[in-house]
């Protein structure tokens, strides 16, 4: 055998392999049982619980890698902190820490991976270069996400597409990109002007509300991590991915209990 029959294989075989591969992943997310907007910590851990807990799970994500806010820790020092009350999380995902006195520390390379594996491995699907922009809203309940691919939308009239589910989850940190979308058409009983955004930092408190603060902002639409804080107004945190970790775990014991019953999302 020369080095040119090496393989047996042609560049287009590369191309096809890579669609339908895709085009499966992708056919089969269109409908969920829980849509997820936000790779970050809050997202993938809601995302690991809910498909461990045998829901169909979707992921979507603006950037070309999941991991939110975990890859830079705190200005670029690739190292995050939790409190003891995660370590419970970081230890079924893997994640090594280290004690440094009341709190700890993990690699955030380490646990921005694990995170998407353990996500990946309990049967969440994760599309990157997704951007929401928009909710699909029938009967006064959210249905759905309207995404288009990153930087299509924004730059070209090119159209979106629609994931629909029975329950949407806004983790998208900062941005509450989600919240803003149903706010901004005065469809938020107690945000009539704006949302009341995040409050002064304040680790403690702020570790505490994002876990115990999670909620259904709409029928259909949840709120967790970071994008709590920014629609309901919470203090920040600064770099403790502890209560994000928490808030996924929570966002995703709720929604299993509001979904228990309520029958499987009709296939087509
Ligand atoms: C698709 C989108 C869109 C969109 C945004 O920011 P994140 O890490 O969010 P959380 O809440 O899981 O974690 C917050 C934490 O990282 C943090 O910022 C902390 C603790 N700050 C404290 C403080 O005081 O500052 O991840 C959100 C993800 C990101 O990957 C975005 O790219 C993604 O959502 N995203 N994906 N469509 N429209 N908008």
């Known amino acids: 055998m020369n080095d040119s029959s090496m393989g047996e294989f042609k560049e287009t075989d590369i191309s096809h392999a890579i669609l339908e591969s895709y085009s499966e992943k992708f056919g089969r997310a269109l409908e969920s049982d829980v849509a997820i907007v936000g790779a970050g910590p809050s997202g993938l851990v809601a995302a690991w619980r809910l498909a461990q807990a045998g829901f169909r799970v979707v992921v979507l994500e ?9 890859w830079g820790g705190s200005l670029g020092m690739n190292e995050v902190v939790v409190q003891k009350q995660a370590l419970g999380i970081l230890d079924e995902a893997g ?32 599309l990157n270069l997704m951007v929401a922009e928009d909710l699909c809203l029938h009967e006064s309940r959210v249905t759905g996400v309207v995404a288009n691919r990153t930087m299509l939308g924004e730059n070209f009239p090119i159209d979106p597409i629609v994931f629909s589910s029975r329950a949407v989850i806004d983790a998208t940190g900062h941005e509450a990109v989600l919240a803003h979308c149903l706010q901004r058409r005065g469809l938020l009983e107690n945000s009539p002007e704006r949302l009341p955004g995040e409050g002064p930092m304040d680790a403690p408190s702020g570790e505490h ?11 259909g639409l949840w709120v967790t ?3 709590i804080c920014a629609s309901v ?9 502890g209560g994000m970790l928490l808030s996924g775990s ?3 014991a709720l929604i299993g209990q509001s979904l228990k019953g309520t029958g499987p999302m009709p296939s087509t």
């Not at 994640?95 to 646990?111: C, K, N, P, Q, W």
């Open 250 to 252: 929570r966002v995703a």
């Open 62 to 70: 603006k950037r070309l890698s999941p991991g939110g806010g975990v």
């Open 209 to 219: 509300f994002v876990e115990n603060s999670v909620t259904e902002l709409y029928p």
């Open 233 to 241: 107004g919470g203090p920040r945190m600064g770099p403790i991915f």
């Open 225 to 227: 991590g970071m994008s």
């Open 95 to 126: 994640v090594r820490h280290h004690s440094r006195g009341r709190i700890f520390t993990a690699d955030a390379m380490e646990l921005a991976s694990a995170l998407c594996l353990k996500a990946l491995h309990a049967g969440a699907a994760l």
